[in-house]
């Protein structure tokens, strides 16, 4: 596989972060951002809302909206877009999957509305990004 030791650099440092979140000492991650997060990178292909994801962490939008500013320093939308656009980033750089299909698995709908914001994120379109990291 084209790229095999990238993919598994990546699932060790998503392994760690994730251990480390789950440290009991120290100031840890909040459990109800946690269980959004593991929610999210385990669905990222479907719909997510701030309702439906504080729904799901038993918190209302507001006070999810809070415990994403104060543990991840960004919105609750905004991570979901960082790990959508990480993981298309990753399948253009391991897989043949046209964008659309990448633009699907990722969560978007849209495939022109995914190459918009890939391009907006990443500063290249799909198929750029992908011809980029195919030369290296």
């Known amino acids: 596989m084209?790229?095999?030791?990238?993919?598994?650099?990546?699932?060790?440092?998503?392994?760690?972060?994730?251990?480390?979140?789950?440290?009991?000492q120290g100031d840890g991650l909040d459990p109800r951002v946690l269980t959004v997060v593991e929610h999210v990178s385990c669905r990222l292909d479907e719909p997510h809302s701030v309702r439906s994801l504080a729904a799901l962490a038993g918190v209302s939008p507001s006070r999810l909206s809070h415990l994403f500013a104060r543990h991840l320093h960004q919105g609750v939308m905004a991570y979901v877009e960082q790990q959508r656009m990480a993981a298309a980033g990753e399948l253009l750089e391991v897989s043949s999957l046209p964008a659309a299909h990448v633009a699907s698995r990722a969560g978007y709908t849209n495939p022109l509305y995914f190459s918009r914001r890939f391009r907006q994120a990443v500063g290249q379109s799909p198929t750029e990004y992908r011809a980029a990291r195919a030369e290296r």
Do not use: Q
């Open 2 to 24: 084209r790229n095999a030791a990238l993919f598994g650099m990546n699932a060790v440092e998503e392994a760690l972060l994730w251990c480390d979140m789950r440290r009991p």
